[in-house]
């Protein structure tokens, strides 16, 4: 007889494939050893400085100006949700593309299913980066996702799309970062215009034992979530993108002078020895010329 917590798991599986929108209740999460903690600490301030100058420059101001004009028609929730989060990857993508690493590797909509799951389809969310060094240490790792919430669940802690995706980025990074203890991964959860932030604390062998099937679940889960942040407004903007971006330490934008292209540099200035022989062989050949003439 499977254990009893292998039974909710399935449970919530066949609930996933039935609709996006479900959730686990309080007492399948306790039975999963999962806890979820509200939490009202902003994110890691090292990066504000280098978030807040990209705020305010010219293309994202008009990127909101053009995004509030648009929630002003009053427009769905649903198109809302994907406009947010559309702009919202492309920032993320844009602050991380300009960093000095190319171990971070950034996927939109990815296809994502735990190992040994045959009772869902897995899920798919708006984009997620990860790191892919292979560190000793089990400090902060860049392990972010994007994901649309469907309808607006007031007193919903987490759906099992969520959590879902929570668990199999953990289960994702125990593999790519086999000398992690420690796991650590985030969603950011868009509805409409806010942006909630979720992120997941656990074990290696926490996400083995489920994934194996073990009789008794190892260690445990804690999930932090945060208030929601309106996307709409600079201030919610910071705290989305510091919670995205908090694990990386952001290299501000080098501005350098432009290298003129060869073609467009003068023929002088291309290969002035050559043009110079030939001018003194003009020149010898027309003196040439005009001494033949007086003679």
């Known amino acids: 007889m499977p254990p009893h917590w292998l039974t909710i798991v399935r449970i919530l599986l066949r609930g996933l494939k039935c609709a996006q929108n479900a959730k686990p209740q309080k007492a399948q999460l306790a039975q999963m050893r999962i806890t979820i903690h509200q939490t009202y600490e902003p994110a890691g301030s090292e990066n504000i400085g280098i978030i807040a100058d990209f705020?305010?420059?010219r293309?994202?101001?008009q990127q909101t100006q053009c995004m509030v004009a648009m929630f002003s028609l009053q427009m769905s929730a649903d198109f809302c949700s994907k406009y947010v989060s559309s702009m919202l990857v492309g920032?993320?993508?844009k602050n991380l593309s300009r960093q000095c690493t190319d171990g971070d590797h950034i996927e939109r909509k990815p296809k994502i299913r735990v190992q040994n799951d045959s009772y869902s389809r897995g899920v798919q969310p708006e984009?997620?980066?990860t790191s892919q060094?292979?560190?000793n240490s089990d400090g902060k790792c860049l392990y972010v996702a994007v994901v649309i919430r469907k309808e607006c669940q007031s007193e919903t802690l987490i759906t099992s799309a969520e959590l879902y995706t929570l668990f199999s980025m953990a289960v994702n990074q125990a593999s790519a970062q086999p000398f992690r203890s420690s796991l650590e991964v985030r969603i950011l959860v868009v509805y409409s215009r806010w942006v909630q932030i979720f992120t997941a604390k656990t074990t290696r062998p926490y996400v083995t034992s489920i994934v194996e099937g073990w009789k008794n679940i190892v260690d445990q889960m804690e999930i932090y979530q945060t208030p929601w942040f309106n996307f709409a407004g600079l201030l919610g903007q910071q705290q989305v993108l510091s919670f995205a971006l908090e694990s990386n330490e952001l290299q501000s934008p080098v501005i350098s002078?432009?290298?003129?292209?060869?073609?467009d540099v003068g023929p002088s200035a291309q290969n002035p020895k050559p043009l110079k022989r030939k001018l003194n062989a003009g020149w010898e050949q027309s003196n040439t010329r005009k001494k033949r003439e007086y003679d």
């Open 55 to 57: 705020l305010t420059n």
């Open 59 to 61: 293309i994202c101001c």
């Open 91 to 93: 920032w993320i993508t």
């Open 127 to 129: 984009m997620m980066a």
């Open 133 to 135: 060094h292979k560190t």
């Open 257 to 263: 002078k432009p290298r003129v292209p060869l073609d």
